[in-house]
């Protein structure tokens, strides 16, 4: 059974920094590309990046540009999401995601349950 | 970006009515497309890949269709447990980019 758990989320204050991560098992991991989505309270999906299975592959949605760095440790079986200078818009629950194969560009097929990220001060 | 847009964003129906979605792409994705539901408190299921194949052990009552840019998404009998938020997306391109979600409740 696939499972993704991720971790990491917190409260935190606007310009500090956070670190996400997500454990996978269930699946060979270093066969797949995997993302991060995110959904603020009560509104719709967002991709945030995502990262091929050799980390040769590596994209990002344009308001976390420069900000967030995705990283994965596949001898982990985890996934990482290092989140700097954080915006109250990037309050959201964080959700990690399986691809269908090992290129980002493929669909999503399996999700966590997410990690709640606040940014409040 | 390709802007995927889906209507309604809400609907109320009665049990054993036939539902449906539409969510149309700003461009053509061919057959790029998932329709995922989300309940309440729990992450995103798939549905229905590559627009019109439904996902393993998914009930028959959910099917899609469409290609291109047009694209349909369908209960055919509703249940009280499809009580939910459906979404589209489309992979054809980076950023993945989703609808903007249509919640279902009973009528």
């Known amino acids: 059974e696939v499972q993704l758990v991720e971790s990491g989320g917190a409260l935190v204050q606007p310009g500090r920094s956070l670190r996400l991560s997500c454990a996978a098992s269930?699946?060979?991991?270093?066969?797949?590309?995997v993302h991060w989505v995110r959904q603020p309270p009560g509104k719709g999906l967002e991709w945030v990046s995502g990262i091929s299975w050799n980390s040769g592959s590596i994209r990002y949605a344009d308001s976390v540009k420069g900000r967030f760095t995705i990283s994965r440790d596949n001898a982990k079986n985890s996934l990482y999401l290092q989140m700097n200078s954080l915006r109250t818009e990037d309050m959201a629950l964080y959700y990690c995601a399986k691809g269908r194969h090992g290129g980002i560009v493929a669909r999503i097929d399996y999700w966590g349950q997410g990690t709640l990220v606040t940014v409040s001060s | 970006d390709i802007q995927m847009t889906q209507s309604p964003s809400s609907l109320s129906a009665s049990i054993g009515d036939r539902v449906t979605i539409t969510c149309q792409a700003s461009q053509d994705i061919s057959n790029y497309l998932n329709w995922y539901q989300q309940k309440p408190g729990k992450a995103p299921k798939l549905l229905i890949y590559d627009a019109s194949n439904l996902e393993t052990g998914v009930p028959s009552r959910f099917s899609g269709s469409g290609s291109g840019t047009d694209f349909t998404f369908t209960i055919s009998s509703l249940q009280p447990e499809d009580i939910a938020t459906y979404y589209c997306?489309?992979?054809?391109?980076?950023?993945?980019?989703f609808g903007g979600g249509t919640k279902v409740e009973i009528k």
């Open positions: 997306q489309q992979y054809d391109n980076l950023p993945l980019t």
């Open positions: 269930g699946f060979t991991f270093d066969d797949y590309a």
